[in-house]
C-alpha cells in the first residue's frame, strides 16, 4: 500500500519560512520522481515543484528563488523549503508521486500565509 504523508504546514507572517516534508512509503523511493503541487480555494491544482530520481529539479515560475525541494533517499522524504512566503502562497500543498508508471497523491498540508 502507498502512502504520502506530508506535515510541516501551518500558519505564518509574509516573508515568513517553513519547511515540508512528505514521507513515503510502499514505493521504490528512489526511483520515483517526487514533486508538490498547490490548490488555493477556488482554484485548478498547480504545480510547485518536481525533483527527479537523479536530482533534477524542475518549479513554477512564481515560486522560482524562493521555494527548493529536496530529497533524501536513504528516510524515503521528500522537502519543500519555502522562504520569503507570500499571501498568495496560501494553498493547500499536496505531495505527489509518480513512480513505476502510476501517480499517486498524499492527503494534503493546509498552508497559510497572513499579510
Known amino acids: 500500500q502507498v502512502q504520502l504523508v506530508e506535515s510541516g504546514g501551518g500558519l505564518v507572517q509574509a516573508g515568513g519560512s517553513l519547511r515540508l516534508s512528505c514521507a513515503a512509503s510502499?514505493?521504490?523511493?528512489?526511483?520515483?520522481?517526487m514533486g508538490w503541487y498547490r490548490q488555493a480555494p477556488g482554484k485548478q491544482r498547480e504545480l510547485v515543484a518536481t525533483?527527479?530520481?537523479?536530482?533534477?529539479?524542475n518549479y513554477a515560475d512564481s515560486v522560482k528563488g524562493r521555494f527548493t525541494i529536496s530529497r533524501d533517499n536513504a528516510k524515503n522524504t521528500v522537502y519543500l523549503q519555502m522562504n520569503s512566503l507570500k499571501p498568495e502562497d496560501t494553498a493547500v500543498y499536496y505531495c505527489?508521486?509518480?513512480?513505476?508508471?502510476?501517480?499517486?497523491w498524499g492527503q494534503g498540508t493546509q498552508v497559510t500565509v497572513s499579510s
Open positions: 525533483i527527479t530520481s537523479g536530482g533534477r529539479t
Open positions: 505527489n508521486a509518480y513512480a513505476s508508471l502510476r501517480t499517486y
Open positions: 510502499g514505493i521504490i523511493f528512489s526511483a520515483s520522481v
